[in-house]
C-alpha cells in the first residue's frame, strides 16, 4: 500500500508518519521510485504502536524508541519485558527517600514478587509511599495489602496472556496492554470512588 492508504489503514495522519519514518520510529517502506514507497501490514501495526504510546500513554519519541528498541535484536524476553516497563514508567527520578525505598521493598518481598530491584517502577513505589508519609498520609498496611492482592491478580491475568516464543511479540502486547489498560484501572478507581462518596455523603 502507498502512504496514502497507510495513513487510512492505521488512522494516522501522513504528515505524522513522514515524522515518524524521519525519526526512525517507522521503518522504511520498499521502494518503489524516487518518491514512492509501499508498506504493509507490518507497518500498520507499528504505528498503531506508536499512536497508543505517544497519544496514550503519553511517552516522549525519546522514550518510544526505547520501547520500539525492546522489539528487535535478540535481547532475552525478560530484560526486554523489563526495559520496555523501565521506559514506560517514565524517566529516571532521584532515588526515594530511604524510608519509602525500604517500605516498598518490604511491601514487594512480603508478597513474594520478584522484580528487578533496580526497577522505576519500585524506585516509584518507593517515592509514592514516602510522599504520603510525608503529606499525613500514609497508608494502612491493610490497605496496602489490598492494593497488593488487587494488583497481583489483575496482572496475573494480563501476563497469562502475553504470547511466548517471540520476544517482540511478546514486548508489543505487554506495552500495549499495559499503555491502554492503565487508563482503565485509574478511570474504575475514580468512577468507584465516586458511586461511594454519593452513597456515603448523598447526592
Do not use: N
Not at 503519553?58 to 526486554?80: D, K, M, Y
Amino acid at each position: 500500500m502507498l502512504v496514502s492508504a497507510l495513513a487510512a489503514a492505521s488512522g494516522v495522519p501522513v504528515p505524522t508518519i513522514k515524522y515518524y519514518l524521519r525519526e526512525g520510529l517507522l521503518p522504511p517502506g520498499r521502494a518503489t521510485g524516487a518518491t514512492r514507497a509501499e508498506y504493509g501490514e507490518e507497518h500498520v501495526r507499528r504505528l498503531r504502536l506508536v499512536r497508543a504510546l505517544t497519544e496514550v500513554g503519553g511517552l516522549p519519541i525519546t522514550r518510544v524508541r526505547q520501547v520500539l528498541a525492546c522489539l528487535e535484536g535478540t535481547t532475552p524476553l525478560l530484560t526486554a519485558l523489563g526495559t520496555a516497563h523501565d521506559a514506560l514508567a517514565g524517566p529516571v527520578a532521584p532515588p526515594a527517600p530511604a524510608a519509602g525505598a525500604q517500605a516498598a521493598a518490604a511491601l514487594v518481598a512480603d508478597a513474594g514478587w520478584r522484580v528487578d530491584p533496580g526497577c522505576a517502577s519500585l524506585s516509584q513505589l518507593g517515592a509514592a509511599l514516602a510522599a504520603l508519609e510525608g503529606a499525613g498520609l500514609p497508608v494502612e498496611p491493610a490497605a496496602l495489602q489490598r492494593y497488593v492482592r488487587a494488583a497481583d491478580e489483575v496482572a496475573r491475568d494480563e501476563v497469562a496472556g502475553v504470547p511466548d516464543g517471540d520476544a517482540a511479540d511478546a514486548v508489543e502486547f505487554a506495552v500495549l496492554g499495559t499503555v491502554l489498560h492503565e487508563p482503565v484501572l485509574l478511570a474504575l478507581r475514580r468512577l468507584a470512588q465516586q458511586h461511594h462518596c454519593a452513597a456515603r455523603f448523598g447526592d
